[in-house]
C-alpha cells in the first residue's frame, strides 16, 4: 500500500508562490498517476491538477497558467508549483496516487495553505 506524505504548505501572501512536495513509499512509484487536489473551507474536493505516468498533465481551469504539476520517479515524489496565489487558493491540499485499472486511490493527509489578501 502506498504511503504519501505531503510538506511544502504553510502561508503566503497573495501573488506569492508556495511549492508542495508529496513524498511517496511502499510502491513502484513511476507506475502511479499522480494528483494535487484541493479541499476549500466549507467546499468539497476538488481536483487541482494531475500529472499520468507518461507525464500528461491536467489542472483546474482556475490554476491553469499559475500552477505547475511535475514528478521524480528517482525520488518517488510529486510537486505542485503554485504561482501567483489568490487568496481563493486556500485550504487543504491532499496529495493522490492512483491505478485505476487496479482500482488503487489513495491519498496523503492533506497539507494546509493559507493565502492572506
Known amino acids: 500500500q502506498v504511503q504519501l506524505v505531503e510538506s511544502g504548505g504553510g502561508l503566503a501572501q497573495d501573488g506569492g508562490s508556495l511549492r508542495l512536495s508529496c513524498e511517496a513509499s511502499?510502491?513502484?512509484?513511476?507506475?502511479?498517476?499522480m494528483g494535487w487536489y484541493r479541499q476549500a473551507p466549507g467546499k468539497e474536493r476538488g481536483l487541482v491538477a494531475r500529472?499520468?505516468?507518461?507525464?500528461?498533465?491536467y489542472y483546474a481551469d482556475s490554476v491553469k497558467g499559475r500552477f505547475t504539476i511535475s514528478r521524480d520517479n528517482a525520488k518517488n515524489t510529486v510537486f505542485l508549483q503554485m504561482n501567483s496565489l489568490e487568496p481563493e487558493d486556500t485550504g487543504v491540499y491532499y496529495c493522490?496516487?492512483?491505478?485505476?485499472?487496479?482500482?488503487?486511490?489513495?491519498w496523503g493527509k492533506g497539507i494546509l495553505v493559507t493565502v492572506s489578501s
Open positions: 493522490n496516487a492512483r491505478r485505476v485499472v487496479f482500482a488503487i486511490n489513495q
Open positions: 511502499g510502491v513502484s512509484f513511476s507506475l502511479y498517476d
Open positions: 500529472i499520468d505516468r507518461g507525464g500528461s498533465t
